[in-house]
T-cell receptor, first 112, second 116 residues
Framework: SQQGEEDPQALSIQEGENATMNCSYKTSINNLQWYRQNSGRGLVHLILIRSNEREKHSGRLRVTLDTSKKSSSLLITASRAADTASYFCATDGVRGNTPLVFGKGTRLSVIA | DGGITQSPKYLFRKEGQNVTLSCEQNLNHDAMYWYRQDPGQGLRLIYYSQIVNDFQKGDIAEGYSVSREKKESFPLTVTSAQKNPTAFYLC???????????????FGEGSRLTVL
């Protein structure tokens, strides 16, 4: 079962613009993570935000979490062509001891 | 370098044949996972293992089998019972199966299986 649902499914922006992707989930969580996948490659972990955190930054990445709305957003500022990839959110269950469940992802295209 | 190695990267199979995808990690992680990814889709969990000689079914285990005889290795066999095996298969590991202190997953580069 897929817990997270990303929105939009695809996003195309110009280099230098900001990109915002959203993730909604259904059940309570301990943590939410964001991953990046270049075409035909494995996923790479970007950032983890815990359920008691509201916002987290890492370089050009900013993640927010609203547990009351069961949603998260990933903001990439000053995007570059190299940011072109698919981005996935992943959640674990509040009971713990269960593997991550991934959403379907957002395909981001950054046009130079 | 520490990491996860999947092989082969590309594999072609005739209908009715079983194939085994290899996954090896040298990160000393306890937990390992197999996910399937179809075009434009997210990842769906096939099997995972928390410890040697133990594994659990994920959401789409039918038609697949695994073994965990060594900590470093978690091979996946796609059997002829899997009705639609053409997909991209991703192996991952983590220090432990996710509990209250969830950690990140480390992924291999994937194996693309095509059934002819």
């Amino acid at each position: 079962s897929q817990q997270g649902e990303e929105d939009p499914q695809a996003l195309s922006i110009q280099e230098g613009e900001n990109a915002t992707m959203n993730c909604s989930y259904k059940t309570s969580i301990n943590n939410l993570q964001w991953y990046r996948q270049n075409s035909g490659r494995g996923l790479v972990h970007l950032i983890l935000i815990r359920s008691n955190e509201r916002e987290k930054h890492s370089g050009r990445l900013r993640v927010t979490l609203d547990t009351s709305k069961k949603s998260s957003s990933l903001l990439i500022t000053a995007s570059r062509a190299a940011d072109t990839a698919s981005y996935f959110c992943a959640t674990d269950g509040v009971r713990g001891n269960t593997p991550l469940v991934f959403g379907k992802g957002t395909r981001l295209s950054v046009i130079a | 370098d520490g990491g996860i190695t999947q092989s082969p990267k590309y594999l072609f199979r005739k209908e009715g044949q079983n194939v085994t995808l290899s996954c090896e990690q040298n990160l000393n992680h306890d937990a390992m996972y197999w996910y399937r990814q179809d075009p434009g889709q997210g990842l769906r969990l096939i099997y995972y293992s928390q410890i040697v000689n133990d594994f659990q079914k994920g959401d789409i285990a039918e038609g697949y089998s695994v073994s965990r005889e060594k900590k470093e290795s978690f091979p996946l066999t796609v059997t002829s019972a899997q009705k639609n095996p053409t997909a991209f298969y991703l192996c991952a590991s983590s220090p432990r199966v996710l509990i209250s202190n969830t950690g990140e997953l480390f992924f291999g580069e994937g194996s693309r299986l095509t059934v002819l």
